[in-house]
């Protein structure tokens, strides 16, 4: 069996075969002699023989584990007490049959429609691994428990706490050519997410295909608002109505996409299979009742409890963070406020206190969580501007003198300070709702595009150099150790130069990303109809996002590890909801506005509450008719990649009925030949008296009357003789 090379491999390309890196910090342990006597530059500090014991048990664990699971392993000086171990398949095969193996479990759990060739080296050939696959397939090894066949190696796990990171490689050549290529495109091709795939995994191509149908998808209502924003003003009804049709359709049709994605990808259903947390602790062992096996059980009772805690959660993160940003929503009618909460850090904890057993199930349950807080955070502003301030501006404002103390070192005079008391004296500000939502639609996102791709890349160099002076400076004292490249193969320098510096590197987070795309779409859906050019600036930001991000990739953030992932999760389900409150939003704002945009004035009396309960009331249900109809008609499309899942299901239905008539050929209902001559009047009569002693059934008494083929021929051809007699003949001859 030849080895399986990963199609359009580049491992070897520059990487010398390197699989994976795991970064082995011995930190303050020492230095020790079996790995000293190769690398001698390691420092020059002294230690006792414990550390120097400890580290070197700690690193002969590592390196057996690894061999254990059929990995190959070379270590080579790292920096600041770094070892860096390179790991990769000692055998092409045994990862072949690995391959193989998930190939079967997946067909198994209903994720390929095809079973894979009997021959592992035929279904290899027919479908070779990704570069992808492969680094999936060592990271299970590496990673996975003992009893799943994996050396359990988790960096900074039980017993693993020298391990600081376990990483990929970066393909240098794939990633300049990603560059070059997608800055000279508006749009990805196909072709294009599949190369993404086949090097990244799944959940990162997924999200680059959402970001390429988002913007695709934009470019209509950026035409549609430009417009509106140039013939019909703020507050359009047009441009509402538009809008919410607009996000019902992208809805419907990015769950289409994902379904073909998955088929096309072959990752249709791998949620199911699920991957059990490290982390979960389980109550008790039971039998599975199905399997037989014994299985780790958490009670769902308990952990439907913990999970009840989400509802405290949500009204302390609503109580918390909407006390303090309607604090310095009152603090900015004076001047404007900044808010960053701590919240995050305990919704993290709440979710490991709800001991989820899968990864997929803790994800959800923080993706969640998650929502809510960027939900208030990003949008209680402008709904308190657009719900608060405007109907009931003349109310509160006389009560804002409390924060006059917050201005108070910045006044020149008791008059800056003075709220007006009455109503008559405050003129509210029609602007304020338009430039708050100019500014988190067009500023926020030139400032976040700032701190994700230009300040890291900034602050990578910096403390780039700043270690390089800082380390002339101690030579020049004479008290610096050897730089970590000092006694490097000349050959090597340039490759473990380029290794160094990836290991510094932050690890990339899809998460972050998506989060910040669903974020966007819920101020196009939720605030858009108050300034119409809000789809102009995502199309600009998101045709920036989508080559910064794989800037950021390629170049900022370590190689990911490659997951697989059948949609973008959970928060698909945040854009339906965005969706369906932006139908009842955009018709409020709609309602409120609709006189040239300066809204109530600030008087709650100028809005009929009838009015808007009922505009709310028929906005929401004509979304949903609107959806049905949408969702139906997009059901009806058909597309190369649905055809061909049809046609595996057909293929696999066909090739079961052949075997199955194969199988049954041999077996037919025709008696052996003489079975007639069996029937006599005596063994007629002997079945007939045990048929009458024995309780049958009628139906068995009517199937029992005709024994075999021939006598059913010779009954029949008596029927057909009583009602043609043979005189009948000589009739029609006269």
């Given at each position: 069996m030849s080895s399986p090379k990963a199609s359009g491999n580049s491992l070897s390309q520059g990487n010398y075969g390197t699989d994976y890196v795991v970064v082995y910090r011995f930190h303050d342990l020492g230095i020790f002699h079996p790995i000293s006597s190769f690398i001698p530059n390691l420092g020059s500090r002294t230690f006792s023989d414990a550390d120097r014991d400890e580290a070197t048990a700690g690193f002969e664990k590592l390196i057996t584990e690894l061999g254990k699971v059929g990995l190959q392993t070379e270590v080579r000086n790292g920096d600041e007490q770094r070892l860096l171990v390179f790991v990769r398949a000692a055998d092409d095969?045994?990862?072949?049959?690995?391959?193989?193996?998930?190939?079967?479990?997946?067909?198994?759990?209903?994720?390929?429609?095809?079973?894979?060739?009997?021959?592992?080296?035929?279904?290899?050939?027919?479908?070779?691994?990704?570069?992808?696959?492969?680094?999936?397939?060592?990271?299970?090894?590496?990673?996975?428990?003992?009893?799943?066949?994996?050396?359990?190696i988790v960096p900074g796990g039980n017993g693993w706490k020298e391990v600081?990171?376990?990483?990929?490689?970066?393909?240098?050549?794939?990633?300049?050519?990603?560059?070059?290529?997608?800055?000279?495109?508006?749009?990805?091709?196909?072709?294009?997410?599949?190369?993404?795939?086949?090097?990244l995994g799944e959940k990162i191509a997924y999200y680059f295909a959402f970001l390429q149908s988002y913007f695709a998808f934009l470019m209509f209502p950026a035409a549609f608002?430009?417009?509106?924003?140039?013939?019909?003003?703020?507050?359009?009804?047009?441009?509402?109505?538009?809008?919410?049709?607009?996000?019902?359709?992208?809805?419907?049709?990015?769950?289409?996409?994902?379904?073909?994605?998955?088929i096309r990808w072959g990752v249709r259903g791998v949620s199911s299979i699920l991957d059990k947390r490290r982390s979960f602790q389980h109550e008790k062992e039971i039998v599975d009742p199905?399997?037989?096996?014994?299985?780790?059980?958490?009670?769902?009772?308990?952990?439907?409890?913990?999970?009840?805690?989400?509802?405290?959660?949500a009204l302390l993160a609503g109580v918390a963070l909407g006390a303090i940003i309607a604090t310095c929503f009152g603090i900015e009618i004076f001047i404007s406020e900044v808010y960053d909460g701590p919240l995050k850090n305990?919704?993290?904890?709440?979710?490991?206190?709800e001991n989820y057993e899968t990864q997929e199930s803790h994800d959800i349950a923080m993706t969640q969580k998650v929502f809510v807080l960027n939900f208030i955070t990003s949008y209680l502003g402008i709904f308190l501007t657009a719900f608060v301030y405007v109907p009931f501006a003349t109310i509160i404002v006389p009560y804002l003198d409390v924060f006059s103390l917050t201005v108070k070192p910045f006044a020149t005079d008791e008059k800056q300070?003075?709220?007006p008391q009455t109503a008559e004296a405050f003129q509210i500000n029609p602007d304020r709702l338009r430039k708050q939502v100019i500014y988190f639609t067009v500023t926020a996102q030139i400032v976040n595009f700032a701190l994700e791709t230009i300040v890291p890349f900034l602050k990578r160099k910096g403390t780039s150099k700043f270690k390089a002076m800082q380390h002339e400076r101690a030579a020049k004292k004479g008290g610096a150790a050897p730089i970590a490249a000092a006694n490097d193969i000349p050959e090597e320098k340039a490759f473990l130069a380029r290794v160094r510096s990836e290991a510094d590197l932050d690890d990339y987070d899809v998460t972050s990303d998506l989060r910040e795309m669903v974020v966007q779409y819920g101020y196009l859906t939720l605030f858009s109809v108050v300034w119409p050019l809000v789809p102009v600036s995502f199309l600009v930001n998101n045709w920036l996002e989508l080559r910064s991000d794989t800037f950021k990739i390629t170049v900022e953030c370590k190689r990911p590890t490659p997951q697989r992932a059948d949609s973008i999760g959970p928060w698909l389900d945040s854009l339906g909801f965005f969706s369906w409150l932006g139908s009842i939003t955009t018709a409020a704002l709609v309602y409120m506005f609709s006189d040239g945009g300066l809204g109530p004035d600030g008087n709650p009396s100028a809005i009929k509450g009838w009015a808007l309960l009922l505009t709310i009331f028929f906005a929401e249900h004509i979304y949903l008719l609107v959806r049905i109809g949408v969702r139906t008609a997009i059901s009806k499309m058909d597309s190369p990649n649905m055809q061909k899942d049809r046609a595996e299901k057909y293929m696999v239905r066909k090739r079961y009925l052949e075997e199955t008539m194969d199988t049954g050929k041999g077996a037919t209902t025709t008696p052996p030949q003489g079975i007639e001559s069996s029937i006599s009047r005596k063994s007629l009569e002997d079945e007939a008296r045990d048929a009458s002693l024995k309780d049958s059934k009628p139906e068995d008494r009517f199937w029992a009357r005709q024994r075999g083929v021939a006598e059913v021929v010779r009954v029949g051809r008596g029927?057909?003789?009583?009602?043609?007699?043979?005189?009948n003949e000589t009739k029609k001859g006269k």
């Amino acid at each position: 069996m030849s080895s399986p090379k990963a199609s359009g491999n580049s491992l070897s390309q520059g990487n010398y075969g390197t699989d994976y890196v795991v970064v082995y910090r011995f930190h303050d342990l020492g230095i020790f002699h079996p790995i000293s006597s190769f690398i001698p530059n390691l420092g020059s500090r002294t230690f006792s023989d414990a550390d120097r014991d400890e580290a070197t048990a700690g690193f002969e664990k590592l390196i057996t584990e690894l061999g254990k699971v059929g990995l190959q392993t070379e270590v080579r000086n790292g920096d600041e007490q770094r070892l860096l171990v390179f790991v990769r398949a000692a055998d092409d095969r045994v990862l072949g049959t690995a391959a193989y193996r998930s190939r079967v479990k997946d067909w198994l759990y209903g994720i390929r429609q095809a079973q894979p060739d009997k021959e592992t080296q035929v279904a290899l050939t027919a479908e070779p691994l990704t570069e992808a696959e492969r680094l999936r397939l060592v990271y299970h090894n590496i990673t996975a428990p003992a009893s799943e066949g994996g050396a359990n190696i988790v960096p900074g796990g039980n017993g693993w706490k020298e391990v600081e990171a376990i990483f990929p490689l970066h393909d240098h050549q794939k990633n300049k050519s990603w560059i070059s290529d997608w800055s000279r495109k508006t749009f990805l091709t196909t072709e294009d997410l599949d190369d993404i795939r086949n090097q990244l995994g799944e959940k990162i191509a997924y999200y680059f295909a959402f970001l390429q149908s988002y913007f695709a998808f934009l470019m209509f209502p950026a035409a549609f608002g430009f417009s509106c924003w140039v013939l019909l003003g703020h507050y359009s009804p047009v441009y509402a109505i538009v809008n919410g049709l607009w996000s019902i359709v992208f809805v419907e049709w990015w769950k289409r996409q994902e379904a073909d994605l998955a088929i096309r990808w072959g990752v249709r259903g791998v949620s199911s299979i699920l991957d059990k947390r490290r982390s979960f602790q389980h109550e008790k062992e039971i039998v599975d009742p199905v399997t037989g096996e014994t299985i780790q059980f958490f009670p769902s009772s308990k952990r439907i409890q913990r999970q009840l805690l989400q509802i405290p959660f949500a009204l302390l993160a609503g109580v918390a963070l909407g006390a303090i940003i309607a604090t310095c929503f009152g603090i900015e009618i004076f001047i404007s406020e900044v808010y960053d909460g701590p919240l995050k850090n305990f919704a993290s904890r709440l979710t490991d206190y709800e001991n989820y057993e899968t990864q997929e199930s803790h994800d959800i349950a923080m993706t969640q969580k998650v929502f809510v807080l960027n939900f208030i955070t990003s949008y209680l502003g402008i709904f308190l501007t657009a719900f608060v301030y405007v109907p009931f501006a003349t109310i509160i404002v006389p009560y804002l003198d409390v924060f006059s103390l917050t201005v108070k070192p910045f006044a020149t005079d008791e008059k800056q300070m003075q709220t007006p008391q009455t109503a008559e004296a405050f003129q509210i500000n029609p602007d304020r709702l338009r430039k708050q939502v100019i500014y988190f639609t067009v500023t926020a996102q030139i400032v976040n595009f700032a701190l994700e791709t230009i300040v890291p890349f900034l602050k990578r160099k910096g403390t780039s150099k700043f270690k390089a002076m800082q380390h002339e400076r101690a030579a020049k004292k004479g008290g610096a150790a050897p730089i970590a490249a000092a006694n490097d193969i000349p050959e090597e320098k340039a490759f473990l130069a380029r290794v160094r510096s990836e290991a510094d590197l932050d690890d990339y987070d899809v998460t972050s990303d998506l989060r910040e795309m669903v974020v966007q779409y819920g101020y196009l859906t939720l605030f858009s109809v108050v300034w119409p050019l809000v789809p102009v600036s995502f199309l600009v930001n998101n045709w920036l996002e989508l080559r910064s991000d794989t800037f950021k990739i390629t170049v900022e953030c370590k190689r990911p590890t490659p997951q697989r992932a059948d949609s973008i999760g959970p928060w698909l389900d945040s854009l339906g909801f965005f969706s369906w409150l932006g139908s009842i939003t955009t018709a409020a704002l709609v309602y409120m506005f609709s006189d040239g945009g300066l809204g109530p004035d600030g008087n709650p009396s100028a809005i009929k509450g009838w009015a808007l309960l009922l505009t709310i009331f028929f906005a929401e249900h004509i979304y949903l008719l609107v959806r049905i109809g949408v969702r139906t008609a997009i059901s009806k499309m058909d597309s190369p990649n649905m055809q061909k899942d049809r046609a595996e299901k057909y293929m696999v239905r066909k090739r079961y009925l052949e075997e199955t008539m194969d199988t049954g050929k041999g077996a037919t209902t025709t008696p052996p030949q003489g079975i007639e001559s069996s029937i006599s009047r005596k063994s007629l009569e002997d079945e007939a008296r045990d048929a009458s002693l024995k309780d049958s059934k009628p139906e068995d008494r009517f199937w029992a009357r005709q024994r075999g083929v021939a006598e059913v021929v010779r009954v029949g051809r008596g029927y057909i003789d009583g009602a043609m007699p043979a005189g009948n003949e000589t009739k029609k001859g006269k």
